[in-house]
């Protein structure tokens, strides 16, 4: 079992940044991705970013240039930085690790991210 901890959610206004984080509570030898996803109220769970144990990336449409997602493997976590944030970017956002090849699926808490206009 894996267990995955969010932080950094907040309330911000539009234009504003966050940065959130989902730290693993150990190290993943597998191949694997891990990526964060968000749901707003009344809407299905989207991909907002993810990123593969070798480092590379996919991103959502609507926030390519303004969400950058990393990682650090020696510490088992995984950011999020979020600029220029809209109104509409609002949601519950989740963490999530996907282990390759094993048709397993972590999810974190999940972390609320508000934005004001």
């Known amino acids: 079992q894996v267990q995955l901890v969010e932080s950094g959610g907040g309330l911000v206004q539009a234009g504003g940044s966050l940065r959130l984080s989902c730290a693993a509570s150990?190290?993943?030898?597998?191949?694997?991705?891990m990526g964060w996803y968000r749901q707003a109220p009344g809407k299905q769970r989207d991909l907002v970013a993810s990123?593969?144990?070798?480092?590379?990336?996919n991103y959502a449409d609507s926030v390519k240039g303004r969400f950058t997602i990393s990682r650090d493997n020696d510490k088992n976590t995984v950011y999020l930085q979020m600029n220029s944030l809209k109104p509409e970017d609002t949601a519950v956002y989740y963490c999530?690790?996907?282990?390759?090849?094993?048709?397993?699926?972590?999810w974190g808490q999940g972390t609320q991210v508000t934005v004001s206009s």
């Open positions: 999530n690790l996907n282990l390759v090849g094993a048709d397993v699926n972590y």
């Open positions: 150990r190290t993943i030898f597998r191949v694997n991705v």
């Open positions: 990123i593969t144990s070798g480092g590379s990336t």
